[in-house]
C-alpha cells in the first residue's frame, strides 16, 4: 500500500481530485473526496478527508505522474507529483528475434540487403528503455519501438532496420532510466556474409 499527500492551504472544506496522466487537461480519473459524498471504497484508490492518495496493491502500472486538483470556496489549484515503483522483476527476459531462445548468435545476410531485428525485454520495469549499438556506437536511426502492458506484466521491444556491413555485432541493451544503472542486460547478434 502506498499513500501519497496533498498538501494544501485551502481549508477545512476542500474537494481534492486526484489524476493520472501528463497534464490536467491530459489525464484519467483516479479517486476524489468530496464533503458529504458517499465513500464506499470502489477499488484500489482513494482519498482521505486531508487529500492524500491510498493506493492499495501498489503495481507498476502506478508509475507515472499523479496530479492533485483541490477546489474550495477561496481557490483552485493542482500540482503533480510523479510516483515511481520499484519492484522486483524475477523473470525478466532480454532476446533478439532469430536468437531465440539464447541471447546470442550468428545470422547471414547480404551486404546490401536491408535487415530487421526486434528485441525484446519481457517483464520489464516502467522505466526500461532498449537501446541498439553497432560495435560500441549507439544507434538512434531506423528504430521503431512499442510498449505493451499486460496487467502487472510489460512487454518493450525495438525493430531495428538497416544495411549491416563490417563485421561488429549489433547489441541490444536494456538500461533502467530511473536507476541510471547503464549496466544492464545486453542480447547480441553477429552477421556472416554468405560466401559465394
Known sequence: MAEISCVTNAGSQSEYFWRKGE????????????????????????????????????????????????????????????????????????????????????ISTESDKQTSLTCKATNASPSMKLKWFNGSHEVKDNIQENSLTKGPSREISSTIRDVYKGRSPLKCQAVDFKTSNDDGMFAHVQFRTPSR
Not at 42 to 56: S, Y
Not at 65 to 72: E, G, H, P, W
Not at 84 to 105: G, H, K, R, Y
Open 23 to 106: 497534464s490536467l487537461h491530459n489525464s484519467t480519473d483516479i479517486a476524489f473526496f468530496i464533503s458529504g459524498f458517499p465513500t464506499d471504497d470502489p477499488g484500489r484508490f482513494k482519498v482521505t478527508q486531508n487529500g492524500t492518495l491510498i493506493v492499495k496493491k501498489v503495481a507498476l502500472a502506478d508509475e507515472g505522474k499523479d496530479i492533485c486538483r483541490v477546489s474550495s470556496e477561496e481557490s483552485d489549484c493542482h500540482g503533480e507529483v510523479f510516483v515511481f515503483v520499484q519492484a522486483v522483476l524475477q523473470d525478466f527476459q532480454l532476446t533478439i528475434e532469430n536468437c531465440e531462445p539464447e541471447n546470442s548468435c550468428v
